[in-house]
């Protein structure tokens, strides 16, 4: 028979479904981060108990799967010295003539809409282990970003 009238499956031609991308770097957390992260895999743990369907349960499993990999590399982040900016931070800063206060975060509670700010963002990065006062460079600005306070993050 001609290899032009074989059949192929289906599955075939379906696109690879590849893991999906963990950030670089550590896994730093604060505790609510990590909370936040636990509550997402009791979420997930409940949804693929609940799907009856193949397609969809797989999804569920893949998101899972990314979870309980950030859940087992989690490490809570050392809370920050008083007056030094640090993951689990809450910082007022003034940039640009505007007042802004900013919590840095782990990769997986941030949310920059809110001002939840991921340890790894360039801000983040330019703000840490700053002192209230200090004045910082940023984005080739020299003295771009003023220090107004820091406070530790509430539980």
Not at 140 to 154: K, L
């Amino acid at each position: 028979m001609s290899v032009a009238f074989r059949r192929e499956s289906d599955e075939e031609h379906k696109e690879p479904k590849f893991e999906l991308p963990l950030p670089p770097g550590p896994n730093l957390v604060t505790a609510r981060g990590l909370a936040l992260i636990e509550a997402k895999v009791a979420e997930l743990e409940a949804a693929v108990a609940a799907e009856g369907a193949e397609e969809p349960r797989e999804a569920l499993k893949r998101e899972l799967r990314y979870w309980n990999t950030r859940r087992t590399t989690a490490q809570i982040a050392p809370v920050p010295e008083i007056g030094v900016v640090g993951i689990g931070s809450r910082v007022r800063i003034r940039m640009a003539g505007k007042e802004r206060v900013i919590d840095l975060v782990g990769h997986d509670e941030a949310d920059p809409a809110a001002d939840r700010l991921s340890f790894q963002a360039p801000l983040a990065k330019a703000l840490i282990g700053a002192e209230e006062g200090e004045k910082l460079d940023f984005a080739g600005r020299p003295g771009a970003i003023e220090i107004v306070g820091i406070e530790v993050i509430p539980d």
